[in-house]
């Protein structure tokens, strides 16, 4: 390569880190240096289990990251792992894998996918919850099907919150400090440095740098503000996830529009499209409508100019929750942003509000994203309804089923979230069940899987969670202060075969979680029954969430009713690596959102990737993957006022429970297997893995999002 060939897109500075962690390593184990700086291994459970080898105690202990491992790990250890042919054998092994996946990227110009948050690995804090995980999901698939997707986010000093729960169970939180020098993240840099770009507010360039993290083939760019150069309030812009001051989140937000654009092009990245993950990042519109200035002399000709290569994915039918900015802060952190995309102010403000002459309405991310992309969508068929309606005022001229919001309903990372085990099993019994459509003739095989095979696994991964639950309970319980027999009650009280119902999610008010205890009758009726029923909750409430808080500490007190003893178990720090525990441990996965709230809802698509079986209300994902065949549902009347649908909601959570869920679990047949549980296990396989999944997501923005690849 010529050195004016160079380009500073950060391949480089991985190889140099690389280079740099190999150096801490026995002679012959370089190659795990490699596989520690791309996170295929997280959904490679034999990269994995090389990892988890070395060290299984301080694996766990590091947060499952392997740079942090190596880093780390005792040199006697390393240096018995270099003289272990069978470790090396896989070793390589993993590292070729990679290799050839590397050699196999896509040449296409990418997607730009910005996004606010990214979940790609626990060990990267850098989410708060669906939408980050969506997005991270969202770069892996693209890597398995090598279509050309980069991310671009923020790269956040302090991550997201940790969360303790004290003996009342009200909830604490507190952030620890990124150490970015143990992430598999590299600082990006060109032939003078670390790359620098520059986002003015207030009239005052701010700079950020750009780290790159790798994701098989994908790659993920942050933007990070924390640098000497800046004064020390705009270094704070990129500290935690949605700050609470709101020119400080504007700033975020155009750290993450604008300064995302910008970072590309400072790398020499060419891109096909941008995606607008959420309306975070809508600001990038109008760096874009700046880089056609000289194109186009029109204002209108430049926003159809960027509208053709610009696609937005809403997630939020709660009007509340679509953001807007009081204008005056707008123009007082970006004085020139209408000027700079060739606009007057007046235009500027006609495209952040639904009705462009309503000199009332404030500054709305969610307006400027719908203005300025080209193909828009909700995130499940009812959620692209409830946005057809929320939104109309942009077409009023429009019949409300034809405003321009399609929907491409959300799909999960099956590799990320189902037991390798179930995948072991679709493939011995179900060839090809990876890669065929929905509705594909593959999926009859499912049938032919032998009940005692699932029900087998079943058990193994319900036994897997008790097995979590009893240290994390111990540790949680005596970490509170609660005496050592009260702590060892939760070993002895949790089982490994009884039926085990999850509830994990951010507690916000439309999800409702307070259901759970809203019958207390009827809940102690089923948790003190004969045949045993134990609920694992987990959830994490905002900090300034103060309705939230007390309703996890509702959910922590039902232990406390005399009787449940331990059938109730809430954990701390809900994260990716919980969730994937709890997804896969639990026979029955609840969802009880207000309708139509719940824009899509993923963590029941990731339960039914491993054999469990839904409870939901009718929303989101559910309204459309629920059959009576595999699944439950709570109908819910949202016209009735909200306390009645709660108290509907609620009974029929119960007797739902009480009179098909428990007895459905409960009836054994031969070998003690319960038949027709496992049948809608078979039925839920075959109907949801293929429709809910990442790959069909993929696939449908593909064909309905963003405009066709042109290979290089
Ligand atoms: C999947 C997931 C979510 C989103 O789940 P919902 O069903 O949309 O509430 C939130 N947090 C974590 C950690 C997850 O893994």
Redesign the pocket.
């Known amino acids: 390569m010529r050195p004016d060939d160079f380009v500073p897109d950060g391949s480089r500075d991985i190889e140099t880190a690389v280079r740099l962690l190999a150096g801490h390593l026995a002679p012959g184990l370089e190659p795990l240096a490699r596989l520690a700086y791309n996170y295929r291994w997280s959904w490679d459970p034999a990269a994995e289990a090389l990892f988890r080898r070395i060290d299984p105690e301080h694996w766990l202990r590091c947060g499952e990251n392997p740079v942090r491992l190596l880093q780390e790990v005792d040199p006697a250890l390393t240096s018995a792992l270099a003289a272990d042919p069978g470790f090396l054998f896989d070793m390589h092994a993993r590292a070729l894998d990679l290799d050839a996946m590397l050699r196999d990227a896509p040449t296409a110009p990418p997607v730009a996918y910005l996004c606010a948050e990214f979940?790609i690995h626990q060990s990267l804090p850098f989410y708060a919850?669906?939408l980050g995980?969506l997005a991270g999901d969202m770069l892996k698939q693209a890597s398995d099907d090598r279509v050309p997707v980069v991310g671009v986010g923020l790269f956040y000093s302090q991550g997201s919150f940790h969360q303790r729960l004290d003996l009342s169970g009200y909830q604490h939180e507190y952030w620890l400090r990124t150490e970015s020098d143990r992430l598999p993240a590299v600082p990006v840099t060109g032939p003078g440095g670390q790359l620098r770009i520059t986002v003015d507010l207030r009239g005052q360039p701010v700079a950020a740098r750009i780290w790159r993290v790798d994701a098989g083939v994908s790659r993920l760019y942050l933007l990070d503000t924390n640098l000497p150069e800046n004064r020390i309030t705009d270094r704070w812009i990129t500290s935690r996830l949605y700050v609470g001051d709101r020119g400080m989140r504007l700033a975020q937000y155009a750290v993450l529009g604008i300064g995302g654009i910008r970072a590309l092009r400072a790398m020499g990245i060419p891109f096909r499209a941008v995606h607008l993950n959420e309306g975070h990042a809508a600001l990038a519109i109008l760096e874009r409508l700046r880089e056609e200035l000289p194109h186009h002399a029109s204002a209108a000709s430049r926003i159809g100019a960027v509208r053709a290569s610009t696609a937005f994915t809403t997630h939020t039918p709660v009007l509340a929750g679509n953001e807007t900015f009081d204008p005056a802060t707008v123009r007082e952190l970006l004085p020139r942003l209408a000027e700079d995309a060739g606009l007057s102010w007046d235009e500027l403000l006609a495209l952040a509000r639904v009705d462009p002459v309503d000199t009332g309405a404030g500054f709305g991310l969610t307006p400027l994203a719908l203005h300025g992309s080209g193909a828009a969508n909700g995130v499940s068929r009812l959620h692209g309804e409830v946005a057809r309606r929320m939104w109309h005022g942009i077409w009023p001229d429009r019949p409300e089923a034809a405003v321009p919001i399609a929907h491409v309903t959300n799909g999960v990372h099956q590799p990320t979230w189902m037991a390798p085990r179930w995948a072991e099993l679709l493939d011995r019994y179900v060839p090809g069940w990876r890669t065929a459509p929905p509705g594909d003739p593959t999926w009859s095989c499912v049938d032919a899987i032998p009940d005692a095979e699932i029900w087998a696994l079943r058990c193994e991964l319900r036994a897997g969670l008790a097995a979590l639950v009893r240290t994390r309970s111990v540790i949680e319980r005596l970490g509170r202060g609660e005496s050592v027999e009260y702590a060892n009650s939760a070993v002895d009280s949790w089982r490994d075969d009884a039926l085990t119902i999850g509830f994990?999610?951010?507690i916000a008010t439309y999800?409702r979680l307070y259901l759970v205890t809203s019958r207390p009758d009827l809940a102690l009726e089923i948790l003190r029954g004969d045949r045993p029923v134990q609920i694992a909750i987990a959830g994490r409430a905002h900090p300034n969430d103060e309705e939230a808080k007390h309703t996890l500490q509702s959910l922590f007190a039902l232990n406390d009713a005399p009787g449940v003893g331990g059938r109730a178990v809430v954990f701390e720090e809900?994260?990716?690596s919980?969730?994937?525990q709890l997804v896969q441990g639990c026979d029955l996965w609840l969802?009880l959102p207000r309708r139509p709230y719940?824009a899509?809802?993923?963590?029941?698509m990731?339960s039914a990737a491993n054999g469990g079986l839904q409870l939901s209300v009718l929303d989101g994902w559910w309204a459309e993957g629920y059959a009576p065949a595999y699944g439950w549902a709570i109908p819910s009347d949202s016209s009735l006022p909200e306390p009645e649908q709660d108290a509907r909601d609620g009974l029929a959570l119960f007797t739902l429970l009480r009179d098909q869920v428990i007895p459905l679990f409960y009836d054994r047949y031969a070998a003690d297997i319960p038949r027709e549980w496992v049948r809608r296990i078979k039925r839920s396989l075959a109907a949801l893995l293929p429709q809910y999944s990442a790959r069909r997501m993929l696939r449908d923005y593909q064909e309905r999002a963003w405009p066709p690849q042109r290979d290089m």
């Open positions: 979940g919850g669906g995980i994990a999610r951010r999800k809900y994260d990716m919980l969730a994937r969802n719940e899509s809802g993923t963590s029941g990731k």
